[in-house]
């Protein structure tokens, strides 16, 4: 795009947080908190945007073009377990703004996009000091939003952790908090789980834009279409209705159009994350109608020609992880040492790549999420504040005498709440 509109304009002038403006002084991509796009999301109704997991620089390209075509605001994100410290992707948490607003402006992206660290994962008590430091450094490099999940803990720790931790997060930033480990139909959230964590944090004034869930579903590959339970999702969203939480939907990768129509028409959900199936469109691997890997007879994946990296490179992919043992969801390990060699192709083989990724993103946002034409809606949001601090949606409703930290877990005792199977279920 050579001409920007006068509203675009303001927009862009009074919507972008200090740390992005600071980055990029003479950007013209709209990096916004994660409550702006929230917001939109509610004030369209009935909608949810996809938070796409950039793990590579092709998925960025492919998700930014969707939603320009889509006029939807949208969320980029990576995971720490992704792009932190021990990250297996080339994106990761101090680079990922810069890829969004490298590729926003060249590819004359208008819509508002905020920049997402997803399940920033506490899982000890040791890690919260640690986390003091680094946040700051996210927030840094352009984050505009967090998901802070403590979620691995007891309650009573999970609540303390976000407590802790939330002065290190800026009052303008998108917040996320999580009850329940993602991990398929065991531990199971409850609803008396879900208000326990939110209440806490509101007698504490903090007000969570998201809530994610343990309501089913799992990350990566999935081998059925099992997953969101649509009706528990509705019933803890219900329960927290006073405290206007949305909810985040997490490994929304294998579950079939009609559930996720579902989860947008009858949840407060607005957030939806999308890993596993955008690496693999990119790569060319056949996927079914839920985001799912295609596999073989013999387990393996499905390779499309003509689609997704070339032939050559998908069979040196192949060796690399058959040498390390890799199979299935493990897979997404290559994405690290084949970033580089995936950039390395032909122009019209990294196009075709983001193209695939472009297709499969732009149909769940208009014909899924129901997320087209909430760009405006946003801008319109920041234009009627004035500012790219939109304050929070929820108020203190909460007796901080109520939610000290012995009260806290005193009342924790009395939760029923089964974490389900230990293991590693990051992303």
Not at 49 to 73: C, D, F, M, P
């Amino acid at each position: 795009m050579s001409e920007y509109s006068k509203d675009y304009l303001k927009v862009l002038e009074i919507g972008r947080p200090p740390n992005v403006r600071g980055l990029f002084p003479n950007s013209k991509a709209l990096i916004v908190s994660g409550k702006v796009i929230d917001r939109a999301l509610l004030k369209k109704g009935k909608a949810m945007t996809i938070a796409a997991n950039a793990r590579s620089y092709i998925i960025v390209r492919g998700v930014l073009a969707a939603a320009q075509r889509a006029n939807a605001a949208v969320i980029i994100e990576i995971a720490r377990s992704e792009g932190g410290a021990n990250a297996y992707c080339a994106t990761n948490f101090w680079n990922l703004a810069r890829r969004v607003d490298q590729v926003a402006n060249e590819l004359g992206i208008t819509v508002p996009i905020a920049i997402h660290a997803d399940h920033y994962g506490i899982k000890k008590k040791e890690d919260i000091e640690p986390a003091k430091i680094e946040i700051p450094t996210l927030f840094e490099a352009g984050i505009t939003s967090i998901a802070i999940d403590a979620s691995h803990l007891p309650d009573d720790e999970n609540l303390l952790a976000n407590i802790e931790l939330n002065p290190y997060v800026p009052k303008w930033a998108g917040l996320e908090t999580e009850v329940g480990e993602i991990k398929g139909k065991e531990g199971l959230s409850t609803v008396e789980e879900a208000l326990f964590l939110i209440r806490g944090l509101n007698a504490h004034d903090i007000f969570p834009d998201w809530i994610a869930l343990n309501n089913g579903t799992t990350h990566g590959i999935q081998a059925s279409d099992q997953g969101i339970q649509v009706d528990l999702t509705a019933e803890i969203h219900k329960a927290l209705e006073p405290y206007k939480v949305s909810g985040a939907q997490h490994g929304t990768s294998g579950n079939n159009s009609e559930r996720l129509r579902q989860i947008a028409e009858k949840t407060r959900t607005t957030k939806a994350n999308v890993a596993t199936a955008l690496q693999m469109i990119s790569w060319g691997v056949k996927v079914d109608e839920y985001g799912n890997a295609v596999m073989d007879e013999n387990g393996e994946f499905i390779k499309l020609k003509d689609q997704g990296v070339t032939e050559e490179l998908w069979e040196e992919m192949k060796a690399y992880a058959k040498e390390r043992g890799w199979k299935g969801g493990a897979y997404k390990k290559l994405n690290l040492p084949f970033e580089n060699k995936i950039m390395g192709q032909p122009k019209e083989i990294r196009e075709r790549m983001a193209k695939g990724v472009e297709e499969f993103v732009y149909d769940l946002l208009v014909n899924v999420f129901n997320a087209a034409d909430t760009a405006p809606i946003a801008n319109q949001i920041i234009l009627e504040k004035g500012s790219y601090d939109i304050g929070p949606k929820g108020e203190r409703i909460e007796d901080p005498a109520e939610w000290t930290p012995e009260k806290i877990r005193e009342k924790a005792k009395a939760l029923d709440s089964d974490k389900g199977p230990s293991g590693d279920f990051d992303d």
